[in-house]
């Protein structure tokens, strides 16, 4: 059915205005009428010299009485402080309309302009808060990516209801922990899921949840994550149809038996074998992930508040997400997984070369981060007088495989029970 005249002079006029205001608050367009491109604000540099000390952060005592301002660029660069920069974020791009009880589960997630319409799809789907951070890179095909953006938003009320989008401007390509911490960072609910957006959700994690009071309590405590088990299909071009993809548990354990689909990234069991899928299959009840490693990935929902966040110098792939499971597994916090809910893989494809170089370089990072992270959260458990509490088992467990760690620590311990 055709759109009335009216409407469709409207959604126009909305994508002319949005553009304008596009290029206006990004791009400095008007400020300036030199022809240079650094005048335009193309420029990461230039973005921050235009908007330094434009937006505020202000700080309030007990009476909400403002006591302090500082500019908002200048929290944010502490806040993301050990990425590669300069970086330019833009919280709250678009911020959804619609508001949110604090216990929701908040999606987030990242985007690149390639994933704008799983993007679209997911806010469709889930109907809940999502904050996402989108990366754009500083070039000539910027403005491209932010005009689409805005006709994206244009066409679908459910991301201008649900969606938080926060850009990440800079020349950095596959800084996924840093835009992780940004999604993670300006979520407006109490507790989070850190998913990748090309995951179909494919059953409602939410009101199973609701009927777990344990596992719920273990979420407002902050000493438990909830594992959603994640699949992909055996043959890559079956995961194309998002819309064919089994609905509940039994559906899925149809396509189980027949090979059809199987646990995510089958040929690196290590990345989510912890979570025990052949006890999965039969398990009703939630359940304890009692086999840990340190290559585990799974997607988890968590509280945002207290936990740790993803260590930013994880640049690429290989061990980024590793990284942020590892660290809030040694801050204390058990991986519970739901016993009926399950995600999808929606098939796309990688640069592989790119991805087997960059697992090198990671490899040897994650190497080092993996003894100091240990070091660290046990100095910081040992002057907390927690070393001799049940908060430091999975610590304990996990890094005493590391050669010399424990004699390391033990003389930690020595000295500060002598203070």
């Not at 009071?213 to 994640?230: C, F, H, T």
Request: net charge negative; proline share 3%; glycine share 4%.
């Amino acid at each position: 059915m055709a759109l009335p005249k009216a409407v469709n002079y409207f959604i126009v006029i909305y994508l002319v205005c949005s553009i304008l205001y596009t290029s206006t608050y990004l791009l400095g367009f008007g400020r300036s009428s030199s022809k240079s491109k650094d005048s335009l604000g193309f420029s990461v540099s230039s973005l921050q010299e235009q908007y330094l000390g434009k937006q505020i952060v202000d700080w309030k005592n007990e009476l909400d009485e403002v006591v302090e301002s500082t500019p908002e660029d200048l929290v944010l660069s502490k806040a993301f402080s050990e990425t590669m920069g300069p970086s330019k974020v833009i919280p709250y791009y678009f911020k959804a309309s619609e508001t949110f009880d604090n216990e929701e589960v908040t999606i987030a997630t990242l985007v690149t302009y390639n994933r704008f319409a799983v993007l679209s799809r997911l806010a469709s789907h889930y109907k809940g808060p999502v904050s996402v951070a989108l990366h754009v890179n500083d070039d000539e095909q910027k403005q491209k990516i932010l005009t689409d953006l805005h006709a994206l938003y244009a066409e679908n009320e459910d991301l201008r209801r649900y969606v938080d989008l926060h850009l990440v401007v800079d020349k950095f390509d596959r800084q996924f922990n840093m835009w992780r911490n940004v999604a993670k960072f300006f979520a407006r609910t109490d507790y989070i899921m850190m998913l990748d957006v090309d995951f179909y959700l494919c059953t409602d994690f939410r009101k199973s949840l609701k009927k777990q009071p344990e596992l719920m309590e273990l979420l407002r405590s902050g000493k438990g994550a909830i594992v959603v088990p994640a699949f992909e299909y055996v043959d890559e071009h079956d995961g194309v149809n998002w819309d064919k993809f089994p609905k509940n548990k039994k559906d899925l354990l149809v396509d189980v038996e027949t090979e059809k689909l199987d646990m995510f990234h089958r040929g690196w069991k290590r990345g989510h074998g912890s979570t025990n899928y052949g006890k999965w299959y039969e398990q009703s009840k939630p359940y304890k992930v009692t086999d840990y490693n340190y290559s585990y990935e799974p997607y988890v929902i968590f509280k945002k508040e207290g936990s740790p966040w993803c260590d930013e110098r994880f640049v690429g792939y290989g061990a980024n997400k590793a990284a942020c499971l590892f660290e809030i597994f040694l801050a204390g916090i058990d991986y519970w997984v739901l016993p009926g809910d399950f995600l999808i893989h929606q098939t796309h494809y990688y640069p592989e070369d790119t991805r087997a170089k960059e697992r090198t370089y990671n490899k040897k990072l994650y190497d080092y981060y993996r003894e100091e992270t240990c070091l660290r959260y046990a100095r910081m458990m040992i002057a907390a007088d927690e070393w001799n509490t049940s908060k430091s088992t999975n610590l304990k467990k996990e890094c005493g495989r590391i050669r010399g760690f424990n004699d390391v620590i033990e003389k930690v311990a020595h000295e500060h029970s002598e203070l």
